[in-house]
């Protein structure tokens, strides 16, 4: 990222980072649909399989379309360097296991995205990876507890999904820290537009770009971005996977070739993607960009409709409780206001009166708002969790999961916000 990016609003990052055309090259950035590159030489083909040179060769490792994009995320982030991966389950697990192995332990906000729960708790657990969960609100003390001395990694969502709740980004920074490992920040609900969470002291960011950074639901995808404070060489037995020699890559020692702002994004590009795949399509990629152009613009009027609609449901008589981190009285507000002053995702989760069958027939009563276990589109949709992604559990284990049967999640699109209230207020009458 150039200096010039840095000081440049949010807005024009992201229509204009990542991609400067040269003279009489494509205004928009050219898809690179082509798997591999062609050299003259063996010799210069020979330099980039050793790192000794930069530039392409085969489409798994890196792609000109997918580093662009990647290029503006990481500038939306005030990043040092950035990566697309397949999806954002492919983003977690490489920003986790680019530092963890078996034998390591994580720290994880147990506020977090069912698939990203599953990947640590059990997925990774497997791969001997231990973990230990803890509330987003943790105190120092709480999380003073959580810690070993083999912890690698510490875990946490900016806006949890679907449970809404605001991590404490200083707070877990701060713990991280004073034993010697990074912060990762799942920060796809907020967005850098709301949200930039290395401001708060985390040291990498992840994305689900599947959900407001496309926003249109068109393209499965996911991006991590490194903001290059973390000093590794400071706590080298660690990660000995970045700070000794990479028998892999001829003996390089990531930490020192690439530098603290280069080390960690360039490990998990030339290992991980390198062995395991999980690269985003350049199609994808470009889908990607489209969206990111008005992330800036569409964010604000999710926020909005968001709000109003939360506003709404909270003074019905047919709605016990309104979960919307930014409603005045809500478990979170205050978190809201300090980390996401100017506003948050669009997600609302609310809990009908006349629990399960009551929740059924408002589903079924609407009409603008579709059933889907999408979020963040510019569509409005909405979700019954108890009969839908949740439907094998008994009542009584969806409490224990802390899911209500009355509970709707709700992802407010980008409509207006009249015919939003209005569509929720004749369902709420069907009840
Ligand atoms: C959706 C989501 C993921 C997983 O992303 P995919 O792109 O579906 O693989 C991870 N984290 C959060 C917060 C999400 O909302």
New binding site residues.
């Given amino acids: 990222m150039s200096e010039k990016d840095l000081e440049q609003t949010i807005d024009t990052r992201c229509v204009q980072a990542g991609y400067t055309p040269g003279d009489g090259e494509p205004r928009q950035i050219p898809i690179v649909q082509s798997t591999t590159f062609k050299y003259d030489t063996s010799e210069h083909m020979g330099q980039l399989f050793d790192l000794e040179a930069s530039g392409y060769f085969y489409t798994r490792l890196q792609n000109p379309t997918n580093d662009a994009v990647a290029a503006k995320i990481c500038a939306l982030e005030g990043g040092a360097a950035g990566m697309l991966t ?7 697990f490489f920003a986790l296991f680019n530092i963890c192995e078996a034998g390591s332990h994580i720290v994880a906000s147990s506020a ?2 069912g ?2 729960y599953n990947l640590i708790a059990h997925t990774m657990a497997k791969m001997g990876v231990e973990s230990t969960f803890v509330s987003p609100t943790a105190t120092a003390e709480e999380l003073e507890a959580a810690f070993r001395p083999n912890t690698r990694a510490v875990f946490g ?1 900016t ?4 449970a809404l709740d605001v991590l404490d980004i200083e707070r877990f920074a701060q713990a991280a820290h004073a034993h010697g490992v990074p912060l990762i920040v ?1 920060n ?2 907020a967005t850098p537009v709301f949200c930039r969470p290395f401001e708060w002291g985390a040291d990498i960011v ?6 407001y950074m496309d926003g249109h639901g068109a393209g ?3 991006a991590i971005v490194d903001s290059g404070n973390f000093d590794w060489m400071a706590h080298a037995e660690k990660f000995p996977g970045l700070t000794t020699p990479d028998e892999s890559y001829h003996g390089i020692v990531y930490a020192e070739k690439f530098g603290q702002a280069g080390a960690f994004i360039t490990k998990a590009t030339s290992q991980l993607m390198r062995d395991l795949g999980s690269i985003q399509s350049p199609q994808n990629a470009f889908y990607l960009n489209l969206g990111l152009e008005s992330l800036h613009v569409r964010m604000p009027q999710h926020f909005k409709n968001g709000l109003a609609v939360a506003e709404f449901l909270e003074k019905s008589d047919k709605v016990v409780s309104v979960r919307f981190p930014h409603l005045e009285g809500d478990p979170y507000y205050e978190l809201a206001q300090k980390y996401l002053p100017e506003g948050g995702s669009g997600v609302v989760s609310f809990e009908l009166a006349g629990g399960r069958a009551a929740a059924e027939k408002f589903m079924a009563a609407l009409r603008l708002a579709a059933i889907e276990t999408h ?2 589109d510019a569509r409005t949709c909405c979700l019954h969790p108890a009969s839908s992604t949740h439907r094998q559990m008994t009542d009584e284990e969806l409490a224990a999961a802390g899911i209500s049967p009355a509970m709707v999640r709700f992802s407010c699109g980008l409509e207006g916000t009249e015919d939003l209230i209005a569509d929720i207020e004749q369902a709420l009458a069907a009840i």
């Fill in positions: 397949s999806s954002g389950q492919a983003a977690n977090i995205y698939g990203t969502e806006i949890a999904n679907p799942d796809t609900f992840t994305h689900s770009t599947t959900k499965v995808g996911g979020v963040a």
